[in-house]
């Protein structure tokens, strides 16, 4: 291992050490966009419909809100898209594939559209519909749910959105002092 | 008694071009003094006898790390990695491969050039460092004195074995050691936990520690400030000749575990060793990746040596010393001194061994939800300790002697706290109930006494022998009641302060945590004040061979509740400044 790893880490460091905490380290992954919009990468496995499917489906799994920004700013759908790009195997993106279609089922079943043409709560009503089958994992719409959200989990809470902002970690950097708290 | 006229030849080669001390005996080169080991122990020697003129070479098992080349410190974040960390170990976790050496939840990599046996029922996790400054790179740097009863339970309980010394013996090496280290604390007059004059400043608590402080004295118990070798100023060791400026205060990266860069806690290799190279580079010599095989000794029978491996061409050296000084970390030593057959009149080298009952447990402070995470996350775990609070409970009857001290440990994480893959939903709510248990989860965990008993030793296996031919260690540890006891009533302190605290999905453990996980093995080398039944005396020496010394914890009479490395360095320094003394008045 570590070549990628280490080089970052070097990065990392001498970012650190500049204090132009704002940068990061070039995204090594093809396609993966550098921007912080998300509008159009350069896609390597979706389709720009799915992939337009993807990023709506994991923004309303993990929302802008008042906190924090979510999976969109977060260009989840990107790594997501990059990830079963370079999959070993055919059978995840067959399953990403077949999830997204039968959303799009879903979606016509609840509102006469596809997906992207539903209105914003129509389309909440198609998660809603399919993520009552998180305790059913066994059928598909179920099964779909679970891997749609829990690479959206993985990929939000990884992203640097997810851990500084949302989770607001402030460790493994350079710390002038620590200021601690005081009780009221 | 080992001879070795062949190798001898290729030692005096390797030592010809270095003109150190003069010879006594022979052409070579003999030194003052060899030491084995360069943890916190070797190193501590080291400085001392360094410092007051000696020419002193130290042998390590494991390579000399490059400060920011072989070590990674902080991880990159995961976002940095453009696999996320799926594809690969992170920095750290390669360097503890290469460096560290377990098998356990910190260390699971065996060393498979250098193993060790068990009986099958009773397994044995030993945590080995192989690096210029052995397990210093990452202890715990909790530095906590023994009290004065600390050092003669037998005389109080019946049980295990009282030290040939006092606390006021030690108390000036205690000093020493905590000046040279730097350690953070506070004044607290706490019936455990001896006060030091020189403390650098506590480091401010975090919510959590608040909160857990309130809730330990709810059931009353007391919490106090933890005391570690945490520089919270920038720092030079008041007296000391190694450093030409301060060394930088902790950054509170919080990640100590992974190393520190900028050596803000002590470790023997970056404030000791490396230092003396720098200083002294005419006294001192460093032999990375040389394996002691086996302490050498004379017809008269004193040690005047050791051979070792040289781990890098796989040949066999040979260095002549006039004193000899073992600091392998407990288990090595005790080893080095079965292999080489000296210094056991006593029949005791090898008993008397001991670990600290540890357990882990843990729960969340849905209180905690409400802290403010700006402040970031101190110097790593948390900033209160628990000690040992039967000394407020006199009229307690307890089915155990002896006792333990709680460290609480509250750390910020990068990943939720709490798994969201275990969360149901979605959405805003979704999101908002990852981030409420952010920050939430406390851990507490334990070092408990434990006493010394047939149940618990080591010899050597001679039916396995380590890639360098070399006979291994058995080890034999097996708990008893008192254990068991103790930790029982562990578990149940931890319930009450976890109640106390309004805790949530409390996750206690149904045994300790597996043998060897403390980390903290001591004894099986022990000092006492009768020959007959002990290895050492009370300044570390070997009753029977005089010129040579134990400063590791193997030396330990008894292991307390306390972390060991502070006595280490206290009594190693001790021993070195005796041993100065016997060479003044020729006595070695």
Not at chain 1, 45 to 52: G, Q
Not at chain 1, 83 to 106: M, P, Y
């Amino acid at each position: 291992m570590g070549k990628k790893n280490k080089s970052s880490n070097v990065t990392r460091r001498t970012i650190l050490k500049s204090t132009a905490s704002a940068l990061v380290a070039a995204p090594l992954l093809a396609g993966t966009p550098p921007a912080q919009n998300a509008s159009a990468p350069r896609l390597r496995f979706f389709t720009p419909d799915e992939f337009a499917m993807v990023d709506e489906l994991t923004e309303i799994i993990i929302p802008t809100d008042d906190h924090s920004p979510g999976a969109r700013a977060a260009q989840v759908a990107a790594y997501i898209d990059a990830h079963l790009a370079e999959a070993f195997t055919d059978e995840s993106r067959q399953q990403w594939r077949a999830g997204l279609q039968l959303i799009d089922t879903v979606a016509r079943e609840l509102s006469g559209k596809p997906f992207l043409q539903a209105s914003a709560a129509q389309q909440l009503a198609v998660v809603t519909r399919i993520a009552q089958g998180e305790r059913t994992p066994n059928q598909p719409a179920g099964a779909f749910f679970v891997q749609l959200k829990q690479q959206t989990i993985h990929v939000y809470y990884t992203s640097k959105i997810g851990i500084q902002q949302e989770m607001e970690y402030k460790g493994n950097v350079y710390l002038k002092e620590y200021v601690g708290e005081s009780l009221p | 008694m080992f001879q070795s006229k062949t190798k001898a030849s290729t030692a005096k080669k390797s030592l010809a071009t270095k003109s150190k001390a003069p010879a006594v005996q022979s052409s070579a080169p003999v030194y003052d003094a060899v030491i084995i080991g360069s943890g916190a122990a070797g190193g501590t020697a080291a400085q001392v006898l360094v410092e007051a003129g000696l020419n002193v070479v130290m042998l390590e098992a494991g390579p000399l790390r490059k400060n920011m080349v072989d070590f990674s410190y902080h991880d990159p974040f995961p976002y940095e990695d453009p696999y996320r960390g799926s594809k690969s170990e992170s920095p750290s976790d390669e360097m503890r491969k290469k460096y560290i050496f377990g098998p356990n939840a910190y260390a699971p990599w065996p060393n498979p050039d250098e193993p060790y046996t068990t009986p099958k029922d009773t397994p044995f996790e030993w945590m080995r460092a192989r690096n210029v400054g052995g397990r210093t790179m990452f202890w715990g740097r909790f530095a906590n004195r023994y009290n004065e009863a600390d050092f003669k339970m037998r005389s109080r309980d019946g049980m295990g074995l009282d030290w040939p010394i006092e606390y006021k013996d030690i108390a000036p090496y205690y000093d020493k050691a905590e000046i040279f280290m730097g350690v953070c604390g506070a004044k607290e007059n706490h019936p455990d936990l001896p006060d030091a004059d020189n403390f650098l400043p506590p480091v401010a608590l975090k919510c959590s520690d608040h909160l857990l402080w309130k809730a330990a004295e709810k059931i009353g118990i007391r919490a106090m400030r933890v005391r570690r070798a945490m520089l919270t100023k920038s720092y030079r060791p008041p007296g000391s000749s190694l450093f030409d400026k301060d060394i930088a205060q902790c950054h509170y990266c919080a990640d100590c575990d992974s190393g520190c860069e900028t050596h803000s806690f002590y470790n023997s290799a970056f404030r000791q060793v490396v230092p003396l190279m720098t200083k002294y580079p005419k006294r001192f010599t460093l032999i990375p990746n040389a394996m002691a095989r086996v302490v050498t000794v004379n017809k008269k029978g004193l040690a005047d040596g050791v051979a070792y491996i040289d781990k890098t061409t796989g040949q066999e050296r040979e260095i002549k010393a006039r004193t000899v000084l073992l600091g392998c970390g407990t288990l090595e030593t005790t080893r080095l001194l079965l292999l080489s057959n000296i210094a056991n009149s006593s029949g005791q080298i090898g008993k008397n061994f001991m670990e600290h009952l540890d357990l882990a447990a843990q729960a969340y402070l849905p209180d905690l939800s409400f802290a403010d995470r700006e402040a970031g996350d101190g110097i790593g775990g948390s900033h209160i300790i628990i000690p040992w609070f039967g000394y407020f409970r006199p009229n307690e009857k307890r089915d155990f002697v002896r006792g333990f001290q709680i460290e609480p440990s509250v750390r910020q994480r990068m990943r939720p706290d709490k798994n969201p893959k275990q969360m149901a939903g979605f959405g805003q709510d979704f999101k908002k109930e990852v981030r409420r248990w952010q920050g939430t989860r406390v851990s507490l965990a334990c070092h408990g006494e434990m006493l010394p008993s047939p149940n618990k030793f080591v010899e050597i296996d001679n039916t396995t022998k380590d890639k360098w031919g070399i006979p291994v260690l058995k080890i034999h540890y097996k708990w008893d009641d008192n254990d068991l006891n103790m930790f029982k009533y562990a578990r149940r302190s931890y319930e009450e302060i976890f109640a106390a605290a309004k805790a949530v999905d409390v996750r206690l453990p149904k045994n300790p945590d597996p043998a060897g996980h403390s980390i903290h093995e001591m004894g099986t080398a022990h000092m006492g004040s009768d020959p007959k039944t002990s290895v050492l005396n009370k300044f570390n020496q070997s009753w029977d061979v005089k010129n040579l010394f134990v400063l590791d914890a193997a030396a330990f009479s008894s292991g307390t509740h306390k972390n060991p490395t502070l006595m280490i360095m206290a009594l190693s320094w001790r021993a070195a400044e005796y041993l100065l003394d016997e060479m003044k008045k020729k006595n070695l």
